[in-house]
Structure formats: structure tokens, C-alpha cells
């Protein structure tokens, strides 16, 4: 599929009915964007009274729309160049619409019924023109993309009783669940409620969600109250309707650690009635509150229009997982139905995607597998863990840097608030470092307590319970539940020497369970700390796969001074490391450095512009024995590159593989429990042949 050429438009209020609109065009291949409209402002005026029921006939309001909407010569030139850029790529022309705060009223437009300004055809129900509604969300939280084959979905069918009562149809719940599996397909699905004694539920939607789905399905009816609240009719827990405000339904799916990537509201109404709703619709509250993609309905969409046009996109999700097309292909199907504008999508995926294929990159095939079985089978593999193998489990550590950030009111913009050392540092030196360190372990706890109070003892649910006891616990239950959990997957390799850039005991607990007897040491990186290490009980201490060493390189949570969290902990590390010529004894032990350089290296669970990563890089880099390097196939595993922070991400792909330059790092594409999942199954083959 070829790339996209991308037009982003913003509407701005300049004065009573009257709007700028400003754009921006990037093209494939090219490192300039084009801008539209800042220096001589293109503008639109547009009078609601103009469109008062002129949606009874589609058409009428899509050429209305478009005639207000291009009337500007400078829109109707910018249209024109960039629908012939487009063609002349021989890609598709992706439109997305961001309405500014100033111009609230513009949410209530139906874009969706758009005409062509050429031919005056429908202009978003085809594969040339991918059109989206772009809104900002509060959640900073980046969009973790999973593979293809692991999609899974949630489908809820509220169907309470006594609806008669508020004048509403029954739901036909069976009929809703046949609608779901047509319009599914092959994608796996699990059902709420599942059993007799199970309701649809906010909290047992709640519940279920945090078992992770890629794709929310709810079928309900949707109305607005009195006071244009939107709100879902589910069910509460002996079976009767129970009202619930789209506020409330955004502010739990907030809360979840993972959310869903795609929620689908087969709802009327869903996406508001127009008329000023649509910003304050159920929608648009799901997106702003961090869903990357919300599909929903502005307005009393037919059964008919539904059973036809959900297993069509869905079908076409499949083939590529990119959400805005799939949606036009499936809006194209009923575009001779009065309510095929009704289907509108609301998005802040710059990809558009939904799923990603792991690998080498762009269309490449991993193929490093039979180095890295031989290497392991050698033993001469060192797997280097990032703080990404904690995200399953606890979410990120850029949750927590956000967390922080709002607890301190961090003074920077919102954009550092990710930055965990950045944060760390700023409360260090605003507050404390007691109170940094009190505060992350509080944060932890909670993360912890929350995701599995229902499964701790009592002792393991106060609010100071002991950090580590609490982590070893719940990762135990985690591996559990886990067939290729992370750290047990890694554990299960025949291995002598881990290097971690976490500060936990769940690599250690899970050797422990797969019958190793694993030393811990930690990096004597500063001269402010000290820990007893396994050399200065046995000197002559050698790893090996029955009792291998785990090297916590960036500190350990029993020892709170050696953990690096701050800047200043960072740039102490690099300049230690920078002068270790001159420490006795070394900093790392010659067998730490001879597995950092004279093996096949795993660095997995890392983000590329974070500081844990820049730090190990240039440490990986100094050590003595570098030209060794190239003797293997170093991988370097890296969560794939999301829409929050890589605005273009053929630009950020280019950017990385000029950074790692001669360093004989090749780039998997993909998230650590990807690429870990993949490893187990290689190994378990590799174990049979």
C-alpha cells in the first residue's frame, strides 16, 4: 500500500460566523511540509440557520456544506493541489479535521456528508479521500499498537428490562450478538454478560476491560438527557436499565492501565444528535478521555445501514488495520442509503492504524531467529532489560512521569511531562529525594494493589506494605497467568547472564521458579552507595546456567541511593563510566563488559528517545572490546514507533537507522512481549528438531 499524502485542516473562530482554516500538507518522501493559510488567512462563514433541516435530504446538506466549505478561493486551491498531489503519488488523500476550541459550534456539522466540489458526488465514500475527525486528548498516554494475529475483541449487548417503561424498544440481545459475530468475523471475541448470572454492567465491563482487549463493541441504546448529557442505557446488577452519563463511562476507560484501541458504539445517537451535542456525545468523550479511535453514530442509523456496513469494515480493518480506510470502503457500501453520513470516526491515530506487523520495518521479514537460537545454545546471548517489560504488568514508566508531573505541578510543558528523569529531577529538587522515592513507591503499590486486591492477602493491601514483597507476589501471580510472560520466558533460556535496567526482583523470582539459583548484583555506579556483591563473598565467582548472575545496572529498589531516576543520576552515571580507567576496582566486572561486547546482545523493552536507553547505548558503546561487536547479530528490540511522539514515522524510522549508524544494532520493530513471544515459540521449535 502506498503512503499517504496528509492534510490536516484546523477551524479557528475569528469573529461572530466567521472561521479561519488553516492546513498543513505532507507528502511521501518529502522532509517539507506545506503550509496553508497562516499568512493570509483562509476563511469560512457559516450560519447554522442556513443548514436548519436540511439534512432531511443528504445531498442538499453535503453540496450546502461544500459550498460554504470551498467557497474561499484560497480552500478551493488548497483542495485542489492537494487532492493532485495525491494522484500524481498514486496514494490516497488522508483528510483530518481539527475543530479548536474557539469554534466548539463546528462539532455539530455533518461533515461526513460532504460533496465532491468537482462532481458533486459523496466525498468520503471511497478509498481516495480517508477522512477523520482529529480530537486532542487529556491522556498523554502514548498508543501502544499490538500485532495483527493477537487482536482480540469485547462485544457488551445491554439489554436491560423494562425499557417499555422509558418508552424504549427491547433490545433483541441474541439478534445484537449474531449482528457482533457477522460483523467481527474472524477476530476473536468475548461476550458481556457471559453466564446467567452476569449482567451488562459498568463495572463488569470495567472488570473486563482490564484483561486487555484491542476492540470495545457495545450494543445499547444511547439517548441524551434533558440537559444534552449524553448517556448509554446498560444494566445494573439484577438486570433492570440502568442510565449511565458518558462522563462516567470516559473517566473509568481512563483509568485502565491498557485500554481498548478501537471502540465501536453501535449505539443511536452515539455520536450525538447535532445542533451543539456532538462535542458533549459519548464519541467524542471516549477519544478525549485517551481511546486512539472511537466509531459511533450521529444519529438514528438503520439496522439495515448497520448489518451492512460493520462486517464490510471490519473485513477491511483486517486486511491492513488502517481504521480511516476501512471505515470509507464500508461507508462507499451504503452510500445510497439517507443514512450512510451517519458513521462517523473519531481519531488521534496519525497512522491511522490499529495493528502493526512486528519485524525489520516497512514491509521486512525478522530474520536474525537462527543466530540468536545458535547464540543462546553457545551461551553467548546477554538479554539487557529495559523498563518496557514492566508494562504489561504496571503500565509505563511515562504513565508514572505523567502521574508525577500532575501530583508536583511540574512547571514544564505537557510534552516533557513523559519524561521521567526530567520529572524525578524537578521533584527532587522542588521537594526531596525522599519524597521522589516515597512517591514512585506509592505509586507502584497502588498500580499493584488495584490491578490485584482481589487475589492479595490482607497484609499485602495496606497502603505501606513492604514494595518488594508486594512485587514479588503479584509477579508471581502474573507469570501465572502469563504462558510467555516475559520474564519467564527469559528465565527458561539457558543463560549465565542477565543485565537489567530495572529495579525489581522479577527476573531473579522467575529463575527462582524455573529451578536456578540466581546471584543479584548491583552496579557500584556512584560512590555515594554501597551494597555487598556476590564478589566480595566469593571472588572467584563465575556465572553459569545453574546459577547465573542478574546485574541490576541502573540501581535496585532495596537500595534507594542506587537507583537511577534523576538527570543528575544519569549524567553521574555516564561521567562514572567515562572515567572508569581511573576506578579500582572497575565499575563492571571484565565479565559484565566481555557480555556486553563478545556476545549476541538482546536490549529489549526500550523506548528510543528514552534517557534509559541513550544511557545504555553510549555505555554499551565505550566498553573496551568493541570490534568484537560485529561478530554477532545484536538486536536491538524497540517498542514500534507511536503516533503521540513521531509525528512522521518514515522520518523517525530514517532517524534511528542513522543513530545506531556502524553499530551493528539491527531494529526489530515491534514491543518486547512481540518480539519475546516470537523467541519462545523459535526456542520451543529449536528444542524439538
Not at 433541516?53 to 459550498?67: A, C, F, M, T
Not at 444511547?222 to 448509554?232: D, I, M, V
Not at 579500582?584 to 566486572?589: L, Q
Amino acid at each position: 500500500m502506498a503512503e499517504f499524502a496528509d492534510l490536516e485542516l484546523s477551524l479557528h473562530l475569528r469573529d461572530e460566523k466567521i472561521y479561519s482554516i488553516e492546513g498543513r500538507l505532507t507528502l511521501p518522501n518529502s522532509d517539507v511540509d506545506a503550509l496553508f493559510g497562516h499568512d493570509k488567512p483562509i476563511v469560512m462563514e457559516y450560519d447554522p440557520l442556513d443548514f436548519e433541516d436540511l439534512i432531511i435530504v443528504p445531498e442538499d446538506y453535503g453540496k450546502r456544506l461544500s459550498e460554504v466549505f470551498f467557497k474561499d478561493p484560497g480552500m478551493a486551491d488548497l483542495w485542489a493541489k492537494a487532492r493532485a498531489s495525491a494522484q500524481a503519488l498514486g496514494s490516497a488523500l488522508r483528510l483530518r479535521l481539527l475543530v479548536s476550541a474557539s469554534a466548539w459550534q463546528l462539532n455539530s456539522i455533518y461533515w461526513e456528508s460532504m460533496r465532491d466540489p468537482q462532481d458533486g458526488s459523496p466525498l468520503f465514500t471511497g478509498e481516495k479521500v480517508l477522512f477523520s475527525r482529529y480530537l486532542s486528548a487529556l491522556d498523554l498516554r502514548p498508543v501502544k499498537l499490538r500485532p495483527k494475529g493477537d487482536l482480540k475483541a469485547l462485544v457488551m449487548v445491554a439489554a436491560p428490562q423494562g425499557l417499555a417503561e422509558y418508552k424504549l424498544a427491547d433490545v433483541d440481545r441474541d439478534g445484537e450478538i449474531e449482528r457482533a459475530k457477522e460483523s467481527l468475523g474472524a477476530i476473536p471475541m468475548t461476550f458481556l454478560p457471559a453466564k446467567p448470572d452476569e449482567h451488562a454492567t459498568l463495572n463488569q465491563l470495567v472488570e473486563k476491560l482490564r484483561d486487555g482487549y484491542d476492540i470495545l463493541y457495545i450494543a445499547a441504546h444511547g439517548t441524551l438527557t434533558n440537559a444534552s448529557e449524553p448517556l448509554l442505557w446498560l444494566e445494573n446488577d439484577e438486570g433492570k436499565a440502568e442510565r449511565v452519563l458518558a462522563s462516567q463511562l470516559a473517566v473509568r476507560i481512563n483509568e485502565l492501565v491498557n485500554q481498548p484501541r478501537l471502540v465501536v458504539l453501535a449505539s443511536c445517537q452515539s455520536a450525538g444528535k447535532g445542533a451543539g451535542n456532538t462535542l458533549q456525545a459519548i464519541g467524542p468523550r471516549l477519544s478525549q478521555a485517551g481511546i486512539p479511535a472511537v466509531i459511533a453514530m450521529q444519529g438514528n442509523v438503520s439496522m439495515q445501514s448497520i448489518k451492512n456496513f460493520m462486517p464490510l469494515f471490519f473485513s477491511e480493518l483486517n486486511r491492513d488495520g488502517q481504521i480511516d480506510r476501512a471505515l470509507a470502503v464500508a461507508r462507499g457500501s451504503i452510500r445510497d442509503a439517507q443514512d450512510f453520513w451517519m458513521p462517523v470516526l473519531f481519531m488521534r491515530l496519525r497512522s491511522g492504524k490499529i495493528w502493526y506487523v512486528p519485524g525489520l520495518g516497512a514491509g521486512g521479514e525478522f530474520d536474525k531467529w537462527p543466530a540468536i537460537i545458535a547464540a543462546i545454545q553457545n551461551e553467548k546471548c546477554t538479554p539487557i532489560l529495559g523498563p518496557g517489560l514492566y508494562e504489561p504488568m504496571l503500565g509505563s514508566w511515562r504513565d508514572m512521569s505523567i502521574g508525577l508531573a500532575k501530583k508536583f505541578n511540574f512547571p514544564l510543558a505537557s510534552f516533557y511531562q513523559e519524561a521521567l528523569p526530567q520529572v524525578t529531577q524537578f521533584v527532587a529538587s522542588n521537594q526531596s529525594l525522599d519524597t521522589l522515592l516515597t512517591s514512585v513507591n506509592s505509586m507502584i503499590r497502588a498500580t499493584l494493589q488495584q490491578r490485584f486486591g482481589d487475589d492479595l492477602p490482607d497484609n499485602l493491601k495496606k497502603p505501606n506494605t513492604n514494595l518488594l514483597e508486594l512485587l514479588n507476589v503479584c509477579g508471581g501471580k502474573f507469570r501465572k497467568s502469563q504462558e510467555y510472560e516475559q520474564h519467564k520466558v527469559l528465565a527458561n533460556l539457558p543463560l549465565p547472564i542477565y543485565i537489567t535496567t530495572n529495579y525489581d526482583n522479577l527476573l531473579a523470582e522467575a529463575l527462582i521458579e524455573a529451578g536456578r539459583k540466581p546471584e543479584v548484583a548491583i552496579c557500584p555506579w556512584s560512590e555515594r552507595f554501597y551494597e555487598e556483591s556476590i564478589y566480595d563473598r566469593e571472588a572467584d565467582y563465575r556465572p553459569t546456567v545453574d546459577r547465573p548472575l542478574v546485574y541490576h545496572l541502573f540501581g535496585h529498589l532495596k537500595n534507594p541511593e542506587s537507583m537511577v531516576l534523576t538527570e543528575d543520576d544519569y549524567y553521574e552515571f555516564l561521567i562514572g563510566f567515562t572515567t572508569a580507567k581511573k576506578r579500582t576496582p572497575a565499575i563492571i566486572p571484565a565479565l559484565i563488559t566481555r557480555a556486553m561486547t563478545d556476545a549476541n546482545l538482546l536490549v529489549l523493552g526500550f523506548q528510543l528517545d528514552d534517557w534509559a536507553f541513550r544511557a545504555l547505548f553510549r555505555t554499551v558503546m565505550i566498553q573496551q572490546g568493541s570490534a568484537r561487536r560485529g561478530r554477532y547479530a545484536h538486536i536491538g528490540v524497540q517498542v514500534e514507533l507511536d503516533d503521540a511522539r513521531n509525528i512522521d514515522t518514515r522520518r523517525a524510522r530514517k532517524f534511528v537507522e542513522k543513530y545506531f549508524g556502524d553499530s551493528e544494532i539491527n531494529v526489530y520493530w515491534g514491543k518486547s512481549d512481540d518480539f519475546i513471544c516470537q523467541l519462545a515459540r523459535q526456542w520451543e521449535a529449536a528444542q524439538k528438531e
